[in-house]
């Protein structure tokens, strides 16, 4: 059964803390060169590669013992929230055009992208930890798709505006915010 609650607060995290990253540029470069559906069909399906490889890590993670399972969780979540307040304002990547622009090529392009980009990526660890944390991976699941998704779609679409208008230091200071305070719950939970 999925949990709302559950997918509501994975959402929130995830897409506050994807919203500064590089591949949401890479998505706002690509959308800007190319038929934007095609590129979020690629994108989308490396983004669901990513969450089912990290929902499965954070589904081994809860064989471990409860208060031990809680100090992990604790330690990765404070060690994302620092890379998100230390890491300074990343280039764009070059993105290669492909010369043909058929949905095969430029899906495929866009697939690429984020599977190398993503790989080992905070937000994907941030999933493992999570899937860990809440022992409902299909939920889990769900919030991190639907949130990597969700930034995708703003970023092949209206990357720009929304930049414009939101800063992306207040972003990134939110999303650290909320990764600090789960940081500091789950080694409550591990202590108490």
Same mark, same amino acid.
């Given at each position: 059964?999925?949990?709302?609650? &559950?997918?509501?607060?994975? *959402? =929130?995290?995830? *897409?506050?803390?994807?919203? $500064?990253?590089?591949?949401?540029?890479? %998505?706002?470069?690509? =959308?800007?060169?190319?038929?934007?559906?095609?590129?979020?069909?690629?994108?989308?399906?490396?983004?669901?590669?990513?969450?089912?490889?990290?929902?499965?890590?954070?589904?081994?993670?809860?064989?471990? $013992?409860?208060?031990? !399972?809680?100090?992990?969780? =604790?330690?990765? *979540?404070?060690?994302?929230?620092?890379?998100?307040?230390?890491?300074?304002?990343?280039?764009?990547?070059?993105?290669r055009e492909p010369k043909d622009q058929s949905f095969w090529k430029v899906s495929g392009a866009g697939f690429m992208l984020i599977l190398v980009a993503e790989f080992?990526?905070?937000?994907?660890?941030?999933?493992?930890? !999570?899937?860990?944390?809440?022992?409902? $991976?299909?939920?889990?699941?769900?919030?991190?798709?639907?949130?990597?998704?969700?930034?995708?779609?703003?970023?092949? &679409?209206?990357?720009?505006?929304?930049?414009?208008?939101? $800063?992306?230091?207040?972003?990134?200071?939110?999303?650290?915010?909320?990764?600090? %305070?789960? =940081?500091?719950?789950?080694?409550?939970?591990?202590?108490?």
């Amino acid at each position: 059964m999925i949990s709302i609650s &559950v997918t509501a607060l994975v *959402f =929130g995290v995830v *897409f506050l803390a994807e919203l $500064p990253d590089k591949t949401a540029l890479a %998505g706002l470069v690509l =959308g800007t060169r190319y038929r934007a559906s095609y590129v979020f069909a690629g994108v989308a399906a490396a983004f669901v590669v990513h969450v089912v490889l990290a929902v499965a890590a954070g589904s081994v993670l809860t064989l471990l $013992p409860q208060q031990l !399972l809680h100090a992990l969780t =604790g330690v990765l *979540f404070l060690g994302g929230a620092a890379m998100l307040l230390l890491k300074g304002g990343e280039e764009e990547e070059e993105v290669r055009e492909p010369k043909d622009q058929s949905f095969w090529k430029v899906s495929g392009a866009g697939f690429m992208l984020i599977l190398v980009a993503e790989f080992g990526d905070l937000t994907q660890i941030m999933t493992a930890n !999570l899937a860990a944390r809440y022992d409902d $991976p299909l939920s889990v699941g769900l919030g991190a798709v639907l949130a990597l998704w969700a930034v995708a779609g703003l970023g092949i &679409v209206g990357g720009k505006a929304l930049m414009k208008r939101v $800063p992306l230091s207040l972003i990134t200071k939110i999303a650290a915010l909320l990764m600090l %305070g789960l =940081g500091v719950w789950s080694l409550y939970e591990a202590i108490a």
